[in-house]
């Protein structure tokens, strides 16, 4: 069973903007905190934002603050990723993930091994 499903990728100039979406079937997300990772092509998977659920917890790396927002629509069952000011450097296949051992406010809220459900990812590509 596929757990998660993201959605919204594809190929926009530099500067461009997209917004990921990511639904699940199985899990009202509502009630689970939610991971955005991103490989690139030959390099390691990197976590690159996260939200919980208690006190609107949200983290980002240091790449993208200032150009990406996290956020829930809980009556759409959706966790998305808006894209702003993109940069080459951002192309990847991005997933989402989830997990119940996930703690956005700890220390290293984006472990991928704290993660144990995944969707298949969705392409964004950044080039002109």
């Known amino acids: 069973q596929v757990q998660l499903v993201e959605s919204g990728g594809g190929l926009v100039q530099p500067g461009g903007s997209l917004r990921l979406s990511c639904t699940s079937s199985r899990f009202t997300l509502e009630y689970y905190s939610i991971g955005w990772f991103r490989q690139a092509p030959g390099k390691e998977r990197e976590g690159v934002s996260c939200?919980?659920?208690?006190?609107?917890?949200?983290y980002y790396i240091d790449s993208v603050k200032g150009r990406f927002t996290i956020s829930r629509d809980n009556a759409k069952n959706t966790v998305y990723l808006q894209m702003n000011s993109l940069k080459p450097e951002d192309t990847g296949v991005y997933y989402c993930a989830t997990g119940p051992g996930v703690v956005v406010t700890s220390a290293n809220p984006m472990a991928p091994n704290d993660y144990d459900y995944w969707g298949r990812g969705t392409q964004v590509t950044v080039s002109s």
């Open positions: 939200i919980g659920v208690s006190r609107n917890s949200i």
